[in-house]
Nanobody, 121 residues
Framework: QVQVVESGGGLVQPGGSLRLSCVAS????????MGWYRQAPGKQRELVAT???????NYADSVKGRFTISRDNAKNTVYLQMNSLKPEDTAVYLC???????????????WGQGTQVTVSS
């Protein structure tokens, strides 16, 4: 019903930057929030940043001051600008969309496949 596709991952040196994009499409009635999570091998999936349809943002303490989440509601797109990247930022980054589909009665979480971010010299 809702397709979520991430892009922008890759290999970057410590201190470098990447910008991730996530586009939601399908039978969407309304998107309430979008967010980024990450998961490294052997670790639990953790929230990185979220943004509501009204523009309210929330960040994990580990990325505050380095990452910025933004969105274009008209395009159902969310971005994650990542600066001053560290090796510990290496993970698969997944986009989550809280959306109500056409004909639905409450929001549901939809996940993308993820995009790999590797920070290494």
């Amino acid at each position: 019903q809702v397709q979520v596709v991430e892009s922008g991952g890759g290999l970057v040196q410590p201190g470098g930057s990447l910008r991730l994009s996530c586009v939601a499409s399908g039978r969407i009635f309304s998107i309430y929030a979008m967010g980024w999570y990450r998961q490294a091998p052997g670790k639990q999936r953790e929230l990185v940043a979220t943004i509501t349809n009204g523009g309210s943002t929330n960040y994990a303490d580990s990325v505050k001051g380095r990452f910025t989440i933004s969105r274009d509601n008209a395009k159902n797109t969310v971005y994650l600008q990542m600066n001053s990247l560290k090796p510990e930022d290496t993970a698969v980054y997944l986009c989550n969309v809280a959306a109500q589909v056409q004909g639905g009665i409450f929001p549901t979480a939809y996940w993308g496949q993820g995009t790999q971010v590797t920070v290494s010299s």
